[in-house]
Nanobody
Framework: QVQLQESGPGLVKPSQTLSLTCTVSGGDITTIYYYWSWTRQPPGKGLEWIGHIASSGATDYSPSLKSRTSISRDTSRNQFTLQLSFVTPEDTAVYYC???????????WGQGTQVTVSS
């Protein structure tokens, strides 16, 4: 059973960098055919894909967030990390890490973590 757990600060000030880590257990983030992803859900809105890091280490990002987003990984700890720079209150959301498969489906999700951008 694969488990994902998000961690990071719940409050970030405007213009700072949001940094979240997803720790994966029960599965190796270097296993092929999987994409380790970040998504978010702002209050009252739908789920928004932020980006992913593939088993190869290649990354891909949402065009609307690409200029502010970086996803990296630590294979020794089986973790991957989201950094979103120059945040504004519009970045307030519940952030989720999840695994996306090569047959275009989401199969495992973290429980989500609330991040609020406020001074």
């Amino acid at each position: 059973q694969v488990q994902l757990q998000e961690s990071g600060p719940g409050l970030v000030k405007p213009s700072q960098t949001l940094s979240l880590t997803c720790t994966v257990s029960g599965g190796d983030i270097t296993t092929i055919y999987y994409y380790w992803s970040w998504t978010r859900q702002p209050p009252g809105k739908g789920l928004e894909w932020i980006g992913h890091i593939a088993s190869s280490g290649a990354t891909d990002y949402s065009p609307s967030l690409k200029s502010r987003t970086s996803i990296s990984r630590d294979t020794s700890r089986n973790q991957f990390t989201l950094q979103l720079s120059f945040v504004t209150p519009e970045d307030t959301a519940v952030y989720y890490c999840a695994r996306f498969t090569s047959d275009n489906s989401w199969d495992y999700w973290g429980q989500g973590t609330q991040v609020t951008v406020s001074s």
